[in-house]
């Protein structure tokens, strides 16, 4: 097309769409996580998208929250976040919690398990309580190395904030809490 272009992943593209057009527009240091089918984040650092030295900086789907835990998708780590918080996790924290498997055909996902925590599902609340549990402990531990003014929270999980918020806040000011 003869005009200039970039590419990045989408968690970046995201966090410069937000640096540029939304919600992080009066920002310099802000994180920006998506949480949707797996986690990944983007660092802005006095002003600018942070890259790091080997281009992985934000990798915070990779935070250890469990030692010992489930296995990570490369088989190489156990207890990431992204194998809790992630859409695959949160539904292997209902099932875990005692919820129903779906029918064979069916799908099993955050809108599923929100309409059954807003029914009162014991299972599904468990799992929105850990889903709050685990994205509390890597922000606030990325706020630890980061002091982050802004978090800013996208992906599809992001859509059930209002259920998990009670839970992510109490984990975040446990281990921040000024």
Known sequence: FGIPF?????????ALAEKYFGGAKEQEDFLYLTVSTGIGGALFLNGELYYGGFWHAGEIGLFVV???GRWSDSGSVRGV???????????????QAGGQKPKKGEMLGGPEISR??????????????????YLGRIIANACAAADFRKIILGGGLSMLYEQ????????FGRIQPD
């Open 164 to 171: 998990y918020q009670d839970a992510l806040c109490q984990e």
């Open 116 to 133: 059954l925590a807003k029914e009162g599902e014991p299972a599904a609340l468990k799992a929105l309580e850990l889903e709050g549990c």
């Open 81 to 95: 976040v992204e194998m809790y918080a992630s859409g695959r996790g949160f539904a292997e924290n209902y099932l």
């Open 6 to 14: 970039f590419a990045d992943n989408d968690c970046n593209a995201c």
């Open 66 to 68: 469990e030692e010992g």
